[in-house]
């Protein structure tokens, strides 16, 4: 077996171990969003966003557990170890880039999907109670008012949820007189004017770009590491010339001279 440089073992081990804390990170951070989505009730058990929730704690799982292998192989120097974690990580990166794919191709058709969905629930006046909670949580937090045309759609109906508070990132307009939730105060109230399907869109755009790049970056650390992995067994499968010793009859035999005490 071939030795391997302390330089290229010490890149390994690091980027491995880099990966590893990365893949604790992102899977804490899904934790922390299904949790969220969970207590406000967004998705349910059947939904494909759970589904998507689901495989990606088993992505970032079979990641961590690919990457032991990694640096038990490096440690004990075990060969198969080494190649579990190759043949795993390049699993891994090919789904990943599967989904990035995906995500690239489905870019422009999600936002006719959540068009669609949004645009359904219109007259806002026969909305579904629902759909009005749901618009209510949508409406606090993108600070926007209506779906399409702003807030016009609610008629006179307004919720407070429209209220435009004090520090608001977008613009907001005097509240309707003949609405239901106008009150005559010195300022007078204000709520929000931009509609909430462009900023929802908008958001949802940017998710989508954020997670291709999240994941390429991803890819190309674990590309990394299997570059170096592959390195190494290339190393350690490496046989080592040890030099042959040839007996000749015909050596002369060294001059020599004893040492003796004066």
């Known amino acids: 077996m071939g030795t391997v440089s302390i330089w290229l073992k010490r890149s390994y081990v690091g980027l491995t171990c880099f990966i590893m804390i990365t893949c604790l990170v992102l899977c804490g951070f899904t934790l922390f969003s299904h949790g969220v989505m969970s207590r406000e009730e967004e998705i349910d058990a059947s939904s494909s966003t759970a589904i998507a929730v689901h495989m990606f704690y088993i992505f970032y799982a079979a990641s961590f557990l690919f990457s032991i292998f990694g640096l038990f192989g490096i440690c004990k120097k075990k060969t198969w170890a080494l190649i579990v974690f190759t043949v795993g990580i390049i699993i891994c990166s090919l789904a990943s880039l599967l989904v990035a794919t995906v995500l690239m191709i489905g870019q422009s058709m999600f936002p006719h999907f959540i068009k669609?969905?949004?645009?359904?629930?219109?007259?806002?006046?026969?909305?579904?109670?629902?759909?009005?909670?749901?618009?209510?949580?949508?409406?606090?937090?993108?600070?926007?008012?209506?779906?399409?045309?702003?807030?016009?759609?609610?008629?006179?109906d307004i919720p407070r949820s429209c209220l435009c508070i004090v520090e608001s990132t977008y613009p907001c307009v005097a509240t309707p007189r003949n609405s239901t939730i106008y009150e005559d105060t010195d300022p007078p109230m204000m709520i929000y004017a931009q509609?909430?399907?462009p900023i929802l869109l908008e958001g949802v755009d940017e998710a989508i770009k954020g997670t291709i790049g999240l994941i390429v970056g991803i890819t190309l650390l674990w590309g990394l590491s299997v570059v170096l992995c592959i390195v190494i067994l290339?190393?350690?499968?490496?046989?080592?010339?040890?030099?042959?010793?040839?007996?000749?009859?015909?050596?002369?035999a060294g001059n020599y001279s004893s040492l003796t005490e004066a």
Do not use: F
Request: proline content about 5%; some cysteine.
């Open 116 to 156: 669609e969905e949004y645009l359904s629930m219109l007259p806002l006046a026969n909305a579904t109670e629902s759909a009005k909670d749901h618009l209510d949580h949508l409406q606090n937090v993108y600070e926007c008012c209506g779906i399409q045309q702003g807030y016009t759609e609610w008629m006179e």
């Open 195 to 197: 509609p909430c399907l």
């Open 234 to 252: 290339c190393r350690m499968n490496r046989k080592e010339e040890t030099p042959t010793v040839v007996y000749s009859k015909e050596a002369k």
